[in-house]
C-alpha cells in the first residue's frame, strides 16, 4: 500500500462563529492523522466579523492549528439587501481576491476544503489547480435537496411559499411540506433564491464532499446521492460522511471556569430536566416566551432555559420578557439562563431528560451524541428541513405544532414535554436515543464508517497529488 504523505490543507469557514466552529472540529481531524492545517477566515470590517478576539480564543484552545484572518475591503455596507445571505455573498466574493493571494503565498497547499456558502471559492481553487472539497456542515438530507433543487424547482407549480402544505419528494429524503423548505429558497423569483440556486447548480463541480454525519443516521440520503440520484444527467462528487463532529462537551476548566447551570444540573436526578435552547440566533416575542414559560410550568417538569429577549427588548435582565411572578414559582425546579449555556456539556449532563431545539445541525448532533431526545421548534434557514429529518427520517424527536404559525401555544409545549419525558410514544424515543448515541460514537472509532470515510478522502487527496502534479504556486 502506498505511503501517505504529509499534506497541507486550507481550510476556507464561511463568516460568523457559527461556521468557524465545525471548521475547528474538523481541523482537528486531520491533525490526528499528522496533516498541516490551516484555516483562513474572512475578515471583513464590519459588525458581523469573525472578530480577531474570537479567533484567539480558538487558537489558544488548539495551539496546533494556524488560523489566518483574511482582510477584505469594506463591501456592501451601504448596500440594501433583499436578504442577508446575498450580503454573506458579496462579501465572500470580494474575498476571493485575498484567498487567491494567501493561497499562492502558501509553499504548498494540497487541497482547499470550503464551506457551503464559499461555493465561489471554487474559482479560487481552479486557478491554482488544487483540489477542492466542501465541508457539508448540515444534513445529509440538506445536501441531496439543495443538489436537486436546480432540476426541481423550475418545474414545480410555483413557488414554494404558495404551495403551502403541499407534499414535495426529494430522492433519499421523507415527504417535506412546501412551507417546511429551507427560508432563502421560499419565492424561486426572489435574488436570494436565484442566487442559491446558481450555487447549488455549481456545487459538483467540486472533487468531494466531507459531510458531517454519519453513514447509520442518513444512508438514504446518501444511497440516492451515491446512485446519483439528486443530480441527474450528471455525475454527483463522492461523499465522505466523516461525523459527528461536535463541540466537545467538557469545556469545564476554560476561561470562567463552570457555569452555574451545570452546578444546578448536579442536584437534579437522573434524566428529570427539559432543557430549552435555540442556537446562537434564536429569539422569541414576549407574547411567545409567555406561552413557553406558561407550558413548562402547567407539565410540572424540571427544566434549564436559555432565554434571550425579545429583540425589541433592550432590557439587562430577562425577567421583564417572563410572566410576572414565573421565575419564583418554579425556582424550585426551574434554572434560567440568559443569552448563552455550555449546551453541548449541558446535553451530556446525566439529568437532561429531553432538549427542545431549533434543529441548527450542531445542535441536532449533539443531541444524538448525547443521546437526548429532541422536541423540535425550528425557526430559520434549513431547520425546518432538518425537523423533517430528525422526526421522520431518523425518529430521534417530536415536533411542536404551530412552530410555522405566529405562535406555539403553551398547551402544545406542555403536551409535547409530558410525551417526550414521560409517555408510550416517549418511551420509543428514549429506546431508539441511546442506539443513536452508540452508532455515533462506532462510527468514528477505528473501522468505523466515518473513520474509513476520512481514510477514504485522504486517499483520494494522495491521488490527486499525482493526478495535479506540483500545484502552481
Ligand atoms: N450553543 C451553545 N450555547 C447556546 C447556544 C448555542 O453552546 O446557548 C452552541 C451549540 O452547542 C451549537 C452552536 O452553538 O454548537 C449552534 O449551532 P447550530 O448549528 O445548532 O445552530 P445555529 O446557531 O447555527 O443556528
Same mark, same amino acid.
Given at each position: 500500500?502506498?505511503?501517505?504523505?504529509?499534506?497541507?490543507?486550507?481550510?476556507?469557514?464561511?463568516?460568523?462563529?457559527?461556521?468557524?466552529?465545525?471548521?475547528?472540529?474538523?481541523?482537528?481531524?486531520?491533525?490526528?492523522?499528522?496533516?498541516?492545517?490551516?484555516?483562513?477566515?474572512?475578515?471583513?470590517?464590519?459588525?458581523?466579523?469573525?472578530?480577531?478576539?474570537?479567533?484567539?480564543?480558538?487558537?489558544?484552545?488548539?495551539?496546533?492549528?494556524?488560523?489566518?484572518?483574511?482582510?477584505?475591503? =469594506?463591501?456592501?455596507?451601504?448596500?440594501?439587501?433583499?436578504?442577508?445571505?446575498?450580503?454573506?455573498?458579496?462579501?465572500?466574493?470580494?474575498?476571493?481576491?485575498?484567498?487567491?493571494?494567501?493561497?499562492?503565498?502558501?509553499?504548498?497547499? &494540497?487541497?482547499?476544503?470550503?464551506?457551503?456558502?464559499?461555493?465561489?471559492?471554487?474559482?479560487?481553487?481552479?486557478?491554482?489547480?488544487?483540489?477542492?472539497?466542501?465541508?457539508?456542515?448540515?444534513?445529509? $438530507?440538506?445536501?441531496?435537496?439543495?443538489?436537486?433543487?436546480?432540476?426541481?424547482?423550475?418545474?414545480?407549480?410555483?413557488?414554494?411559499?404558495?404551495?403551502?402544505?403541499?407534499?414535495?419528494?426529494?430522492?433519499?429524503?421523507?415527504?417535506?411540506?412546501?412551507?417546511?423548505?429551507?427560508?432563502?429558497?421560499?419565492?424561486?423569483?426572489?435574488?436570494?433564491?436565484?442566487?442559491?440556486?446558481? *450555487?447549488?447548480?455549481?456545487?459538483?463541480?467540486?472533487?468531494?464532499?466531507?459531510?458531517?454525519?454519519?453513514?447509520?443516521?442518513?444512508?438514504?440520503?446518501? &444511497?440516492?446521492?451515491?446512485?446519483?440520484?439528486?443530480?441527474?444527467?450528471?455525475?454527483?462528487?463522492?461523499?465522505?460522511?466523516?461525523?459527528?463532529?461536535?463541540?466537545?462537551?467538557?469545556?469545564?476548566?476554560?476561561?470562567?471556569?463552570?457555569?452555574?447551570?451545570?452546578?444546578?444540573?448536579?442536584?437534579?436526578?437522573?434524566?428529570?430536566?427539559?432543557?430549552?435552547? @435555540?442556537?446562537?440566533?434564536?429569539?422569541?416575542?414576549?407574547?411567545? #416566551?409567555?406561552?413557553?414559560?406558561? $407550558?413548562?410550568?402547567?407539565?410540572?417538569?424540571?427544566?434549564?432555559?436559555?432565554?434571550?429577549?425579545?429583540?425589541?427588548?433592550?432590557?439587562? =435582565?430577562?425577567?421583564?420578557?417572563?410572566?410576572?411572578?414565573?421565575?419564583?414559582?418554579?425556582?424550585?425546579?426551574? @434554572?434560567?439562563?440568559?443569552?448563552?449555556?455550555? *449546551?453541548?456539556?449541558?446535553? *451530556?449532563?446525566?439529568?437532561?431528560?429531553?432538549?427542545?431545539?431549533?434543529?441548527?445541525?450542531?445542535?441536532?448532533?449533539? $443531541?444524538?451524541?448525547?443521546?437526548?431526545?429532541?422536541?423540535?421548534?425550528?425557526?430559520?434557514?434549513?431547520?425546518?428541513?432538518?425537523?423533517?429529518?430528525?422526526?421522520?427520517?431518523?425518529?430521534?424527536?417530536?415536533?411542536?405544532?404551530?412552530?410555522?404559525?405566529?405562535?406555539?401555544?403553551?398547551?402544545?409545549?406542555?403536551?409535547?414535554?409530558? #410525551?417526550?419525558?414521560? =409517555?408510550?410514544?416517549?418511551?420509543?424515543?428514549?429506546?431508539?436515543?441511546?442506539?443513536?448515541?452508540?452508532?455515533?460514537? &462506532?462510527?468514528?472509532?477505528?473501522?468505523?464508517?466515518?473513520?474509513?470515510?476520512?481514510?477514504? @478522502?485522504?486517499?483520494?487527496?494522495?491521488?490527486?497529488?499525482?493526478?495535479? $502534479?506540483?500545484?502552481?504556486?
Amino acid at each position: 500500500m502506498a505511503v501517505m504523505t504529509r499534506k497541507t490543507v486550507v481550510l476556507y469557514p464561511s463568516l460568523g462563529v457559527g461556521h468557524l466552529n465545525p471548521m475547528v472540529e474538523l481541523a482537528k481531524l486531520f491533525l490526528r492523522r499528522g496533516h498541516a492545517v490551516v484555516i483562513a477566515v474572512v475578515n471583513p470590517p464590519d459588525k458581523d466579523a469573525v472578530t480577531a478576539h474570537a479567533m484567539a480564543r480558538l487558537a489558544s484552545a488548539s495551539p496546533d492549528i494556524t488560523f489566518r484572518l483574511l482582510p477584505v475591503p =469594506s463591501c456592501g455596507k451601504d448596500k440594501h439587501y433583499s436578504h442577508s445571505v446575498l450580503r454573506t455573498m458579496d462579501v465572500l466574493r470580494a474575498a476571493n481576491a485575498a484567498l487567491l493571494e494567501f493561497l499562492r503565498a502558501l509553499p504548498v497547499v &494540497d487541497a482547499l476544503v470550503v464551506d457551503m456558502f464559499c461555493v465561489d471559492a471554487l474559482d479560487v481553487a481552479a486557478e491554482l489547480a488544487i483540489p477542492a472539497y466542501f465541508f457539508f456542515a448540515s444534513a445529509v $438530507g440538506d445536501l441531496a435537496v439543495m443538489l436537486h433543487l436546480p432540476y426541481y424547482y423550475p418545474t414545480a407549480p410555483s413557488s414554494f411559499k404558495d404551495m403551502g402544505e403541499a407534499v414535495l419528494h426529494f430522492p433519499g429524503v421523507p415527504p417535506i411540506r412546501a412551507l417546511d423548505m429551507t427560508t432563502t429558497m421560499l419565492d424561486r423569483e426572489s435574488e436570494v433564491a436565484k442566487e442559491r440556486l446558481r *450555487q447549488y447548480m455549481r456545487m459538483p463541480e467540486a472533487r468531494g464532499f466531507l459531510a458531517n454525519s454519519f453513514d447509520w443516521l442518513e444512508s438514504r440520503a446518501l &444511497d440516492a446521492l451515491r446512485h446519483g440520484l439528486c443530480t441527474p444527467g450528471r455525475s454527483t462528487p463522492p461523499v465522505y460522511c466523516i461525523g459527528p463532529l461536535v463541540l466537545p462537551g467538557q469545556t469545564a476548566g476554560s476561561a470562567g471556569g463552570r457555569h452555574a447551570c451545570l452546578e444546578w444540573l448536579d442536584a437534579q436526578p437522573e434524566r428529570s430536566v427539559v432543557f430549552l435552547c @435555540f442556537g446562537s440566533l434564536g429569539t422569541f416575542s414576549a407574547p411567545q #416566551l409567555g406561552e413557553v414559560a406558561r $407550558g413548562l410550568q402547567k407539565s410540572g417538569y424540571r427544566f434549564l432555559w436559555v432565554v434571550r429577549n425579545p429583540p425589541e427588548q433592550k432590557d439587562e =435582565s430577562v425577567e421583564p420578557a417572563l410572566p410576572e411572578g414565573f421565575l419564583e414559582k418554579t425556582a424550585d425546579r426551574g @434554572f434560567v439562563v440568559k443569552n448563552w449555556a455550555p *449546551q453541548a456539556e449541558v446535553l *451530556q449532563h446525566r439529568a437532561v431528560g429531553a432538549f427542545v431545539t431549533h434543529c441548527g445541525w450542531n445542535s441536532v448532533l449533539e $443531541g444524538i451524541v448525547s443521546g437526548v431526545p429532541m422536541i423540535c421548534w425550528p425557526l430559520y434557514a434549513e431547520q425546518r428541513m432538518n425537523k423533517v429529518h430528525v422526526v421522520d427520517e431518523m425518529k430521534v424527536g417530536v415536533a411542536v405544532e404551530g412552530y410555522e404559525e405566529e405562535i406555539v401555544k403553551a398547551e402544545e409545549v406542555e403536551a409535547k414535554v409530558r #410525551l417526550v419525558m414521560a =409517555s408510550e410514544e416517549g418511551n420509543k424515543l428514549r429506546e431508539r436515543l441511546p442506539a443513536a448515541k452508540k452508532m455515533a460514537a &462506532d462510527a468514528l472509532k477505528e473501522g468505523g464508517s466515518s473513520a474509513v470515510a476520512f481514510e477514504e @478522502f485522504l486517499r483520494d487527496l494522495e491521488n490527486c497529488s499525482s493526478e495535479f $502534479g506540483k500545484n502552481s504556486m
